[in-house]
Each structure stands twice: as C-alpha cells, then as structure tokens.
C-alpha cells in the first residue's frame, strides 16, 4: 500500500519494513520489539512509533475502491485473510505503544 503513497518515499525500505512488522506484531498481540529485533534491525522502538502510527492511519482510512484485486487476492484464506483484519484503534495503538 505504501508503494502508492509519496508519503512512504521518503522512508528507508528497512524502517518502512521493521514498521510494519512492529505494527503487525502489536496489532495480532504477538508482543512487541525485543531487543534481538532492535539489534538485527538497527531500530529502537522509539524509533518506528512515528511510522507505525502513519501506517496504521493508511490502513485505517484506505479507499475501499482501489486495489481491489490485490484486497480480494490477500482476503483468501492461502494468504491468511490479511486484508480482513481489522485495523487498530489509533488510541489502543498509541496506548500499546507507550506501554512498551
């Protein structure tokens, strides 16, 4: 999704990447950044909140009329149903991400 936004040019493919898994990691509460993922990535936590919050926010207010053969593609159950799942809340996100 981020390919199509001029926005997310700006941003290292790696921070763009270790942004994402930290949000996909908050989002299926499979736990936070440790400190062998801030080691390998290079990227505190502190870091990518900023990042994880923008990607949050496009997930949240995406088109619903673009892209809907990649939405029905990654909504089959071979790719996980990843277009299902639900955004997080922007103050639950906000909320994890200070805790952590």
């Known amino acids: 999704m981020t390919l199509q936004e001029y926005d997310y040019a700006r941003e290292s493919p790696s921070k ?6 930290l949000l996909a990691l908050t989002m299926k509460n499979l736990g936070g950044w ?3 993922l801030e080691y390998y ?7 990518l909140h900023p990042l994880v ?3 949050n926010f496009l997930l949240t207010y995406q088109p619903r ?3 809907n053969a990649v939405r029905s593609k990654y909504s089959h159950r071979v790719f996980f149903e990843v277009a299902k799942v ?3 809340d922007m103050l639950k996100l906000e909320e994890t991400l200070t805790s952590s």
């Open 16 to 21: 763009l990447a270790a942004s994402c898994l």
């Open 34 to 36: 440790t400190p062998t």
């Open 41 to 47: 990535s290079g990227y505190s936590a502190q870091d």
């Open 53 to 55: 919050k923008r990607l």
């Open 65 to 67: 009329d673009k892209l």
């Open 86 to 88: 639900t955004p997080m």
